[in-house]
């Protein structure tokens, strides 16, 4: 699935550890297993919209998301959370859709990534209407949030005739 692909390498990207090609590599594939293994069952081509909370990969408040210690730890990057919680973002939330890839890090802006575009660009572009962060992959490592953590996000955006529409946070008690 592009998807799922696309969600691993995003994460893979965010590690703040320095990484050989093969730790990279797999971290990766165990990123990609375990994203594929959260989704099964909970993907709704037609309504994706339809799941979006359990497709979520959320690290908030010193968790860290189950997906991703499971992949640092089989990869060998950390032995533990605390470990963990030190090479990771300590606010993040991807969401992986049908036919999109959402990133929000902190209280900053949601960027999506499509498959398609992201292949083909290599870039972010901004999903909801709300201050932009200028270097996105440079904040990743220093931003820190405050506010209560979205999942599904302002963030999911729907598509309406081809435009990108941000629908209303659902925040998840802390």
């Given amino acids: 699935?592009?998807?799922?692909?696309?969600?691993?390498?995003?994460?893979?990207?965010l590690v703040r550890a320095q990484l050989d090609e093969t730790t990279r590599g797999t971290l990766n594939e165990e990123l990609i297993k375990r994203l594929e293994q959260r989704i099964h069952g909970h993907w709704y081509p037609h309504a994706p919209e339809r799941g979006s909370a359990h497709r979520c990969v959320l690290i908030s408040s010193g968790k860290v998301d189950?997906?991703?210690l499971g992949a640092l730890i089989a990869a060998r990057v950390v032995r533990n959370e605390e470990e963990a919680r030190g090479v990771m973002p300590s606010e993040l939330a991807v969401w992986v859709d049908p036919g999109d890839v959402a990133v929000r890090l902190g209280n900053e802006q949601v960027w999506?990534?499509?498959p398609t575009a992201a292949t083909q660009a290599g870039d972010l572009r901004p999903v909801?209407?709300?201050q932009a962060f200028p270097n996105f992959m440079a904040s990743?490592?220093?931003?820190?949030?405050t506010a209560p953590s979205f999942c599904p996000s302002t963030l999911m955006a729907h598509r309406h005739g081809g435009q990108t529409t941000p629908t209303a946070p659902f925040i998840m008690a802390r």
Avoid: F, P, Y
């Fill in 112 to 114: 999506s990534v499509t």
């Fill in 140 to 145: 990743a490592t220093t931003m820190s949030a």
């Fill in 1 to 13: 699935m592009a998807e799922v692909r696309e969600a691993a390498k995003l994460l893979t990207r």
């Fill in 66 to 68: 189950s997906v991703v």
């Fill in 128 to 130: 909801a209407d709300v």
